[in-house]
């Protein structure tokens, strides 16, 4: 793994957890991203170092995802199973799908791999096997879609 591929995977994890706040508590995206530059990207808390990452690639996926939410969440609600909702997605996997899509969407410069397998990775650090292979799934069918691979 590349020292550029590990800050992007710190990146998305940190992204994921901004987009989490940010729907929890409505924290508005210039305050959300200030309070992640200034206490947790790159910080130590608690005698723990925080991995290093790439503030401009963290900050396009929080800033693409609030300013597209809309758009990638009808793109979600439609690839879902019948009977499910948005509703139904746990509020962490809803942002792992959010942060996901809108890369497939918008960030042609990340192969499609590369965007499925990080945030299956991403989803490992919260949920067991069976639920990263859900979210590997409805990546790849949105990939099919918006990429057209």
């Known amino acids: 793994?590349?020292?550029?591929?590990?800050?992007?995977?710190?990146?998305?994890?940190?992204?994921?957890?901004?987009?989490?706040?940010?729907?929890?508590?409505?924290?508005?995206?210039?305050?959300?991203?200030?309070?992640?530059?200034?206490h947790r990207l790159g910080a130590e808390i608690e005698d723990a170092q925080y991995r290093p990452v790439e503030v401009d690639f963290f900050d396009d996926v929080v800033v693409?995802?609030?300013e597209k939410r809309d758009e990638i969440d009808a793109l979600?609600?439609?690839?879902?199973?019948?009977?499910?909702?948005?509703?139904?997605l746990d509020k962490t996997m809803l942002q792992i799908l959010r942060a996901g899509a809108f890369e497939l969407m918008a960030r042609d410069d990340v192969p499609t791999g590369t965007v499925i397998s990080e945030y299956v990775d991403v989803?490992?650090?919260?949920?067991?096997?069976?639920?990263?292979?859900?979210?590997?799934?409805?990546?790849?069918?949105?990939a099919k879609q918006v990429r057209g691979s």
Do not use: C, Y
């Open 1 to 38: 793994m590349t020292a550029k591929s590990n800050t992007r995977s710190t990146a998305r994890l940190a992204a994921v957890q901004a987009l989490f706040q940010h729907d929890m508590e409505k924290t508005p995206v210039p305050r959300l991203l200030k309070e992640f530059h200034d």
């Open 64 to 66: 693409g995802v609030s």
């Open 76 to 88: 979600i609600a439609e690839k879902l199973a019948s009977g499910w909702s948005m509703g139904r």
């Open 123 to 142: 989803a490992h650090a919260f949920f067991d096997k069976k639920d990263s292979g859900f979210i590997n799934g409805l990546l790849d069918t949105i």
